[in-house]
């Protein structure tokens, strides 16, 4: 029996998976300029060996699918709204990313689906790892 727990509406802190995946504050700074995310690498869990974005997603398009062997990643909404389904083994935990809210922390063996909300969304992923294809879990049992 898998066992869901729904965060979409509270995007207070949050923990799963024993840690392994988890929401993080990011402070996102305000003026009538605009908005400044300062992302200082010392403060991450591990050191970002490559940083990438996807944009230009139509609404309700599903991306990732897939979860890594090894590795972690930082999953920071820049524009829109992200919906994500995380799952290990019997459990599932759905969430979102917006702009103004918390980074997602992703460890390895976390299966990941997002499905973008706003055709405008954007989403920034910093991993730990280069990119390899063979670390891939892209069936979540």
């Known amino acids: 029996m898998r066992k869901i727990i729904n965060t979409s509406a509270d995007f207070s802190h949050h923990s799963w998976f024993e840690g392994r995946a988890r929401l993080i504050d990011l402070p996102v700074h305000t003026d009538e300029r605009g908005n400044l995310l300062p992302i200082d690498f010392d403060d991450l869990p591990f050191r970002p060996r490559r940083v990438f974005t996807v944009t230009n997603v ?13 590795g972690q990643q930082l999953l920071i909404c820049l524009q829109g709204k992200i919906e994500l389904v995380l799952r290990t ?13 918390p980074g997602l922390l992703l460890g390895s063996g976390v299966w ?5 909300v706003a055709s405008d969304s954007v989403l920034l992923v910093m991993a730990s790892e280069k990119y390899d294809p063979a670390s891939y879990v892209n069936n979540w049992n």
């Not at 609404?59 to 090894?70: D, L, P, Q, S, Y």
């Not at 990941?112 to 973008?116: D, E, H, K, L, N």
């Open 58 to 70: 139509p609404a309700g398009a599903i991306r990732g699918e897939h979860g890594h062997r090894t």
């Open 89 to 101: 083994g019997p459990e599932e935990v759905n969430t979102a990313l917006i702009p103004t809210g």
């Open 112 to 116: 990941c689906r997002q499905t973008y």
